[in-house]
């Protein structure tokens, strides 16, 4: 299984790395916008997103995903990972098309599941 995880912050970074790498391969884009061309050359089979980035945030980042001609990337699963408890921007982010809203500190066997949960719903799409 192949993770895209999309942050700016090169602790967060490491800290899902490392804390997935036994479950996933995985490759980290720095934002929003180089998550988006990742996803058009790559196969990816979940995506972590942060919202507060550089050049294009997590939400825009979603829904330019969602509106991607390459079906896959119109139902891969985007699980947002982020320190933004704001109700209004979670709000934003599933209008755009995320699949989850996790608020770190993150709870690795919360993130496993909402994962796992959400892969499985989305294989029956294909």
Do not use: W
Not at 4 to 25: A, C, E, G, M, T
Not at 70 to 76: A, C, D, G, Q
Not at 106 to 117: G, V
Request: proline share 3%; glycine share 2%.
């Amino acid at each position: 299984m192949k993770l895209l995880v999309v942050d700016d912050n090169p602790i967060n970074q490491k800290f899902l790395f490392y804390s997935l790498k036994k479950h996933f391969d995985i490759e980290i884009a720095n934002n929003g916008l180089e998550a988006v061309n990742m996803l058009e050359d790559n196969h990816f089979d979940v995506v972590l997103m942060d919202l507060s980035m550089p050049f294009m945030d997590g939400a825009e980042a979603t829904l330019v995903i969602r509106e991607s001609v390459n079906h896959r990337n119109r139902h891969i699963p985007i699980i947002f990972v982020t320190t933004n408890d704001f109700e209004h921007e979670r709000i934003r982010c599933m209008q755009n098309g995320a699949d989850d809203y996790l608020i770190k500190p993150i709870d690795i066997e919360q993130l496993l599941k909402s994962i796992d949960f959400h892969i499985k719903e989305k294989q029956e799409i294909f």
